[in-house]
């Protein structure tokens, strides 16, 4: 019975950290999703070192944003299959970017456990979540693909998972970069988003 009643609370508990932003998470201050094949808001934010990085200075180059967060069992799972593909386009001039909008979570936090998790490619901290809002992000992960000339190709989730640890078979992000290498149309170009909500200040 006791086993029963913590898998029921686990479960709860996962349940409870699923899409998407209601009431009480500033979700009447977040913009809307921008539209597919217009520039993507930019940004000016710091590393985990303090080194400030722009979108504008990528142009030129196909660039993945992934809103993060060490906290939520989905972004976790994602972690590895993230670095999986960095690794994979490593040498095809395109760039991974993790931004942590997290209320709670400092640099430090997050250097620990990139190191970890051998999370090699640059994390970004948004304090105040305000680019998180700039964008309308409302989970993490969710994932924007830009292309060389800064416009949204593709937004949403990163692949079609049921479960946070497993790999879905439609990996929509792997499928848009490849498209976007190849200048053809994501196809899908926007997927809703599965994870937690942005825990915003």
């Known amino acids: 019975m006791k086993s029963r009643i913590f898998s029921m609370a686990a479960a709860a508990v996962l349940a409870g950290c699923l899409v998407v ?7 009447q201050d977040l913009a809307e999703p921008p539209q597919i094949g217009a520039a993507l808001p930019g940004f000016e934010l710091p590393d985990l070192d303090g080194k400030l990085h722009t979108l504008e200075q990528y142009r030129g180059k196909i660039v993945v944003i992934e809103m993060a967060s060490q906290h939520c069992p989905w972004s ?14 490593a040498d095809k001039n395109v760039v991974f970017l993790g ?18 998790k051998k999370k090699t490619y640059t994390i970004l901290k948004d304090e ?8 309308g992000a409302r989970t993490t992960p969710e994932v924007y693909v ?17 479960n ?4 879905g078979d439609k990996p929509y992000v792997d499928m848009a970069i490849q498209a976007a290498i190849e200048g053809k149309s994501a196809d899908p170009d926007r997927v809703k988003s599965w994870g937690c909500s942005i825990k915003r200040k």
Do not use: Q
């Not at 105040?128 to 964008?135: E, I």
């Not at 946070?164 to 790999?167: N, Q, S």
């Open 21 to 27: 932003c209601p009431v009480g998470c500033g979700a």
């Open 76 to 89: 976790r799972g994602a972690d590895p299959h993230l670095v999986e593909l960095a690794n994979k386009y």
């Open 99 to 116: 931004v942590d909008s997290h209320n709670s979570t400092s640099a430090e936090d997050i250097k620990k456990y990139a190191e970890e």
């Open 128 to 135: 105040g979540n305000k680019y998180a809002d700039a964008l």
């Open 146 to 162: 830009v292309d060389k000339d800064g416009k949204l190709v593709y937004h949403g989730a990163f692949d079609n998972r049921s």
């Open 164 to 167: 946070p640890d497993e790999k």
